[in-house]
């Protein structure tokens, strides 16, 4: 049964949705999504349209703008970003000539540390307030497991390259070409639904503690924001861990590409 606070969040939600959609069109394909944070927060992929799946997953997206966790959204928390429209720097990922992000950082990923400042990588999710494959309720894995019977279409139990890459309604090839990849940790060319929702649970998480540490809300991390986050103390761990997570040397972190650290980082 819905508590008053989950009510109250999803009445607010419904009347910004609606004013955003409205403003969609106006501010042209993704421009909203840059400076609504609810916007951001139900636009998971960053790819300026809201999902099946996304919508799905509308109740523990929106909990993301609820940055104080009192089970209220506030007129601060939901206030418009619109210097991070101004900069064009709101969006999760580099852009095609299309404007569809490329999730998937250019350069190919250099070896995962397996520890850092003699702190191994499971302890430091740990000190991230990160549960992993082993997080999650009940309701969120069944519907993970509903989510994943949407694309398998011939209900064998599995996702092929056809069905996910091919097929797939969302992102781009190029984007579902990199989840498949990381999901499919047996490497038998197939994603199975127990694949399928540990890698939910691991980028799901993960997302929502960048979040958390994103204290512009502009979706890019800098290792300033990691540190004033407060979730590593020590400034010299701090330092080494965003530096292994900055693949691409820039000195900031985008969506995709601390997700590709992360989730070998969870499932080491």
């Known amino acids: 049964m819905r508590s008053r606070n989950d009510f109250r969040i999803s009445v607010v939600?419904?009347?910004?949705?609606?004013?955003?959609?409205?403003?969609?069109?106006?501010?042209g394909r993704g421009g909203i999504m840059r400076v609504l944070p609810i916007m951001t927060a139900l636009d998971a992929d960053g790819n300026g349209e809201i999902s099946a799946e996304e919508i799905e997953n509308a109740v523990a997206a929106i909990r993301k703008v609820d940055k104080n966790k009192d089970g209220k959204l506030t007129a601060e928390e939901l206030r418009p970003n619109f210097a991070a429209n101004r900069s064009g720097r709101g969006d999760s990922g580099n852009s095609d000539r299309s404007g569809v992000p490329l999730t998937q950082p250019l350069k190919?990923?250099?070896?995962?540390?397996?520890?850092?400042?003699?702190?191994s990588t499971r302890e430091i999710l740990q000190l991230f307030g990160a549960k992993g494959r082993h997080g999650g309720t009940e309701r969120e894995l069944a519907n993970y497991r509903r989510v994943f019977g949407f694309t398998d279409a011939d209900r064998d139990g599995r996702h092929s390259k056809k069905e996910y890459i091919e097929n797939g309604a969302y992102l781009t090839p190029q984007s579902r070409q990199g989840i498949f990849q990381a999901s499919d940790t047996n490497n038998d060319g197939f994603v199975s639904e127990a694949e399928y929702v540990e890698n939910r649970l691991i980028t799901d998480e993960a997302k929502l503690i960048f979040s958390e540490m994103d204290a512009n809300r502009n979706n890019r991390l800098t290792a300033k924001e990691l540190l004033a986050s407060g979730k590593l103390k020590d400034k010299k761990l701090a330092n080494g861990v965003f530096e292994a997570l900055d693949t691409n040397g820039d000195g900031e972190l985008i969506i995709p590409e601390y997700?590709?650290?992360w989730g070998r980082w969870a499932r080491h």
């Open 13 to 27: 939600a419904m009347i910004w949705l609606a004013t955003a959609l409205t403003l969609f069109g106006q501010a």
């Open 259 to 261: 997700l590709r650290v």
């Open 108 to 119: 190919p990923l250099p070896p995962v540390a397996k520890q850092i400042e003699g702190v």
